[in-house]
């Protein structure tokens, strides 16, 4: 296997397109993931923090023991079907990022804590409750850590009610407290600018650290102060009293971890490639990939155009409309492109793009040289 010595050098786009003539397709260059990976590893050793990836991006257990090899402790999952194919390929700390509810999700999370330990981040004493009766049925232990939002108004409880469901969580038989957790993933979108993007996820995660100190002070053991995203891991490792950070996207990067400055093009290790099917107009192209592809996810940073992907080496060059199975380049005055060209597109959200291909290609520089099964594309329960 590659270990990414290939200096700072990014994907050899005119070699995978001589060779991926049946698209779309997504292309994983391996030296470039292992760089990356190396890279935030370091980076967490660095600032002494462990570091707990997450495998929603890219959902392969070959990735996955890539990271633990290179440091991390144990992995997140997005839902528990994602931690039953980790569990079934060898690997055993995970936590699932996200609150299980219903029965048989229970039973199944139950079984996983004989095999595995497991973690459950959630934010109310129901999912914790139901947690606890299932795993003391069958003799497990789960370890539970409360989610906090520190402003993305989604999952968690409000900071002044954090203490209060620990303490309740804490008495309940089956279950160990582990900590405090957030995502501070608002402040992709709230930021104006690097400075306000810093600022905001330092607050943040300051937020956390006091709730976990004064959680210490009333006699309660806090192990883990655990945060993250992927463009924000950079400022998350240096505020003290951080323990863990949990990001996942480094490991492809796609373009908007490059306008959010945590990657530029030559650390952008997967692309989708797709072929021109129709040049109708002089300022337009369509290409083979579409939402279906791609996602139909568009670029989140506040300052950036309608979108739905750019063409690798051209920053000028956009994916500018897309359905299911067709994507509209807008193009310069002059181009080239041709019916039957083939083009390397960086997506918008490489997360979202991989979960809707059954495999990828791997490239190992110019070279073709492998396929992955994305093992736990569609594991949405």
Same mark, same amino acid.
């Given at each position: %296997?590659?270990?990414?010595?290939?200096?700072?050098?990014?994907?050899?786009?005119?070699?995978?397109?001589?060779?991926?003539?049946?698209?779309?397709?997504?292309?994983?260059?391996?030296?470039?993931?292992?760089?990356?990976?190396r890279? %935030?590893?370091?980076?967490?050793?660095?600032?002494?923090?462990v570091?707990?990836?997450?495998?929603?991006?890219?959902?392969?257990?070959?990735?996955?023991?890539?990271?633990?090899?290179?440091?991390?402790?144990? +992995?997140?999952?997005?839902?528990?079907?994602?931690?039953?194919? %980790?569990?079934?390929?060898?690997?055993?700390?995970?936590?699932?990022?996200?609150?299980?509810?219903?029965?048989?999700?229970?039973?199944?999370?139950?079984?996983?804590?004989?095999q595995?330990?497991?973690?459950?981040?959630?934010?109310?004493?129901?999912?914790?409750?139901g947690?606890?009766?299932?795993?003391?049925?069958?003799?497990?232990?789960? =370890?539970?850590?409360?989610?906090?939002?520190?402003?993305?108004?989604?999952?968690?409880?409000?900071?002044?009610?954090?203490?209060?469901?620990?303490?309740?969580?804490?008495?309940?038989?089956?279950?160990?407290?582990g900590?405090?957790?957030?995502?501070?993933?608002?402040?992709?979108?709230?930021?104006?600018?690097?400075?306000?993007?810093?600022?905001?996820? =330092?607050?943040a995660?300051r937020?956390v650290?006091e709730?976990?100190?004064?959680? =210490?002070? =009333?006699?309660?053991?806090?192990?883990?102060?655990?945060?993250?995203?992927?463009?924000?891991?950079?400022? $998350?490792?240096?505020?003290?009293?951080?323990?863990?950070?949990?990001?996942?996207?480094?490991?492809?990067?796609? +373009?908007?971890? %490059?306008?959010?400055?945590?990657?530029?093009?030559?650390?952008?290790?997967?692309?989708?490639?797709?072929?021109?099917?129709?040049?109708?107009?002089?300022?337009?192209?369509?290409?083979?990939?579409?939402?279906?592809?791609?996602?139909?996810d568009?670029?989140?940073v506040?300052?950036?155009?309608?979108?739905?992907?750019?063409?690798?080496?051209?920053?000028?060059?956009?994916?500018?409309?897309?359905?299911?199975?067709?994507g509209?380049?807008?193009?310069?005055?002059?181009?080239?492109?041709?019916?039957g060209?083939?083009?390397?597109?960086?997506?918008?959200?490489?997360?979202?793009?991989?979960?809707?291909?059954? $495999?990828? +290609?791997?490239? $190992?520089?110019?070279?073709?040289?492998?396929?992955w099964r994305?093992?736990?594309?569609?594991?949405?329960?």
């Amino acid at each position: %296997m590659s270990d990414g010595s290939r200096g700072s050098t990014g994907l050899q786009v005119e070699a995978l397109l001589a060779q991926v003539t049946d698209t779309p397709r997504i292309v994983v260059d391996r030296g470039i993931v292992a760089r990356n990976i190396r890279r %935030m590893a370091d980076r967490a050793a660095a600032a002494g923090v462990v570091l707990r990836p997450h495998t929603k991006t890219h959902k392969m257990p070959e990735i996955a023991a890539m990271q633990l090899e290179a440091g991390a402790i144990g +992995l997140q999952v997005a839902k528990l079907g994602e931690a039953e194919v %980790m569990a079934a390929a060898g690997f055993r700390d995970i936590m699932v990022g996200y609150p299980i509810v219903g029965p048989e999700k229970l039973e199944r999370l139950a079984a996983l804590a004989r095999q595995a330990r497991m973690s459950v981040s959630l934010d109310s004493i129901e999912a914790a409750d139901g947690i606890s009766r299932a795993v003391a049925r069958r003799g497990a232990t789960i =370890r539970i850590l409360v989610e906090i939002d520190t402003g993305l108004r989604r999952i968690g409880v409000l900071p002044s009610d954090a203490i209060g469901l620990a303490e309740r969580v804490s008495s309940l038989p089956g279950v160990e407290f582990g900590g405090f957790l957030t995502h501070e993933g608002h402040v992709y979108t709230a930021a104006a600018d690097m400075a306000e993007f810093e600022r905001l996820t =330092r607050e943040a995660c300051r937020v956390v650290v006091e709730i976990a100190e004064q959680a =210490r002070r =009333r006699g309660m053991a806090v192990p883990v102060v655990s945060v993250g995203a992927s463009a924000t891991a950079r400022f $998350d490792m240096t505020v003290p009293g951080v323990t863990e950070v949990r990001p996942g996207t480094y490991v492809f990067n796609d +373009l908007t971890q %490059m306008e959010l400055g945590a990657a530029q093009e030559q650390d952008v290790a997967a692309c989708v490639i797709a072929t021109v099917v129709s040049r109708p107009t002089d300022d337009r192209a369509v290409i083979d990939a579409g939402t279906k592809t791609l996602s139909s996810d568009q670029r989140i940073v506040a300052s950036s155009q309608r979108s739905f992907g750019r063409l690798f080496g051209q920053p000028d060059v956009w994916l500018v409309r897309a359905s299911e199975e067709h994507g509209v380049v807008g193009l310069p005055p002059g181009s080239a492109l041709r019916v039957g060209d083939r083009v390397a597109i960086i997506p918008n959200h490489i997360c979202a793009a991989i979960n809707l291909h059954d $495999d990828v +290609l791997v490239a $190992d520089g110019a070279a073709m040289v492998d396929r992955w099964r994305v093992a736990a594309r569609g594991r949405l329960q």
